[in-house]
């Protein structure tokens, strides 16, 4: 738990993973929280700022690989997972982490996500889920509550919202979990947890919008979350616990690590290609007897 | 059928009436022939035997491929076949007359492949290492063939969710470093087209193989046409640099695919190969030696690890000096390594005179940055929420679009096939190549002049050097294509001005044969019309 960095100029520090430019989010954002707890995760587990390469879709908390000091990839809306599986199989080394928000990953990029999960790509996925379309200025999203009144839903949604814990455990993701950028410790040790585990890691993060969901606030998350890990009869490697715990959404909210299980490998893992040195820095030719091999199939 | 052809037959099933002058029917008695055989593609194998003894080729090679086709059958089936293959063959001899010119045999041993395989076997003398796709007729083929070459070529092949996911996945892929490809037909590239835009503003180069089928919408899946080049020119929103050729036959399908990936490399943008199901799932025999492996690989300038020295300074690969590139890491740094390359002023979109700026790979120490889709400043901040900032977003539109002329001057012009001043010059794009020559060959035997220009790069497409070309070429010019509207006709005209003389087109599923196109010149020249739309006969 110790967060304190030492003075070594051979250890990385926050300042190493401070972006070129400051975060142009509204004063109050919750995607503040998410960034600097990616940060100090990082500088906890010493991961070099080159090795890890961040990527987002498009919304207000796809913009973040803009603002940390690390590899980073802005790509299109709903797309950061496919991206990502991309440079993580063509470099394994890589250290993938991806950022993006809830109309990004449920909503347009719901089809990647299920697929991504299913196939345990070894990264780290931080949805900054506040309920709302941000950036288009207050739309519904997949997950906004029923009832909630928006610019596109100004009657009331009439729709059942996503529920990404028990959608990330029905499609077999292997590190499930839910933080709350109003609870930056905790978030921080989810963030390390994830970034350690072999596989798909999941982190559905509470980060409330202060300018265009005024139901779902710091306030109201506040006095609702409630974290698994104070539960001391709760155990994360029971998939039909975590999937009840996963439903409870109400007066109490669950944080925590709902899931993880250790025993799948990761596509990484499964895949005998990449064995070895990455594909980015293997030789281009194929060696002369295996495409001989391959014009004598034609004969 | 024309005089000197045969037609063999099931003498049991078919009683023909009429016959054109000068054509032999052979019809074969096959319930006798085959003994009762409950099996009726006999009467194929007894067709097959019966033909080759009337084109002069000897019995040994039919034996050779039957024992090979039916050996998993065991003996037993073998010998059927053998013995069914004989009887054709030997009754073929007795009562039927033998072409006058039988076919030349030949030692020489020929690769035969379709070219969707050809594609794939470009994708490895390329030097790809990741391949993925999600099956769509008719460009299944090289997912097919990566899929089961891939652990022997160190390719990653991977069947992904839908088309969106394959060109970002790709592009990915690209993007951490290595040779990246997709295939898909026209639905699939539809799909793609907002992918492309983000390969061209992050300037990270992919390569897409699209297959043309017979369209709109799910269209005829199983038949060809040219039907797909307005979607190629117009794929992706905004203004961006993008490479399109279309191979010109099955060998073409292989020697193209290095070609694009260095383009697409050196200028750091998208290249589409626009095959056809004609070419993707035609077969040819192509000489063994002609599938070159050895083939130039030119990654342009490439930034992929940081050299051990006192200068720090990344190994950059840049021109190629062809054969003697393996791979691309420890390469001496003969490119200009400028002060945005050394550790800490590196700028990503740095402007060039070229256009093209020094691409670093992640993982380097000293090269971080982030690629957008967003309009960014040189070293890849976002510039599109700024306030304004409209000289910064110029500067990046033309330091983008400078690649064009680079990638002009990389690409030749066509050239025109045969002697100009004839009668008739057909022009004709990618696959159509085969068929328009034997239309050139067929209308000079039959004394009209003619030649052809075929073309293969329609990205640059080098118009002017087209339009000139063709004062000279013939009297009368006429474009054939596979497609309804004459899309080339069109886009020729677009960034030309030029019309031709006449057109023929087809779009009916099927290919052209030769005598579509002949036929049509002689009713061109006589006057009849300006458009030949050849009907397709219809073969049961």
Redesign the interface.
Known sequence: MATVVEPDSSKLTLADFKGKVDPDWCPGCGDFGVLSSLQKALVELQIQPHDVVTISGIGCSSNLPGFIHTYGMHTLHGRALAVATGVKLANHNLRVVVTGGDGDGFGIGGNHFIHTMRRNVDLLYLAMDNQIYGLTTGQTSPTSRKGMKTKSMPFGNIEEPVNPISLALAVGATFVARGFSGEPKHLVELMKEGLRHKGFAFIDVFSPCVTYNHDNTYPWFKERVKKLEDDPNYDPSDWHEAMKRALIWGDEIPIGKFFERTDLPSLVQSEPILEGEPLAHRQLRTPREVVQGFVAELI | MRSGSAVVFNGDTIKPKDRADGVQFCPIPVNELSKGSRNKVEQNTLALAASLNMMGVGFQPLEEVLTEQFKKKGDAVVRENLGVARAGYDYAATNFKPFPDPLPMTDA?????SGN?ALA?GG????V??Y?AYPMSPSTGVLHWMAA????????V?Q???E???I?????????????MCATSGGGFALMT??LG?SAM?ETPVVVIDVQRAGPSTGVPTKTEQGDLWQMLGAGFGDFPKVIAAPTDILDCFKLVPEMHNLADRFQCPGIILSDLLLSEGRASVD?KD?D??VE?D?GELI??VSVGPTSQASVGTPPSAAS?????GRSPHATADSSNSQNGYKRYKITESGISPRA??????????????EHDE????IS?EFTNPHKRRAMMEKRQRKIAGIEAAVPPPKLTGEPGTDVTLIGWGSTKGVISEAVEILNSEGISANQLQIRWLVPLHGEAIVELLKTAGKRTIIVENNYSGQFARYLRSETSYVPDGYIRKYDGEPFMPHHIVDAVKEQMAGKTKLSVPTHEIMV
């Open positions: 041993r020929y690769a035969v492949l395989i076997m490895v003398a390329a030097g290492k990741f993925c070459h891939a652990r022997k070529a160190g390719i990653m991977r992904v969710e839908d969106i996911g394959v970002n996945m790709a592009i990915g892929a690209a993007h951490a470093g290595v040779r990246a907002e992918g983000m992050m063994p599938l492996f050895n690989i990654r992929t690890s590139l393996i791979g691309h890491s790979i992640p993982g380097i120490p000293g090269y971080v940055h982030t690629a957008a889709t967003d070293d890849g901040v976002l929420d």
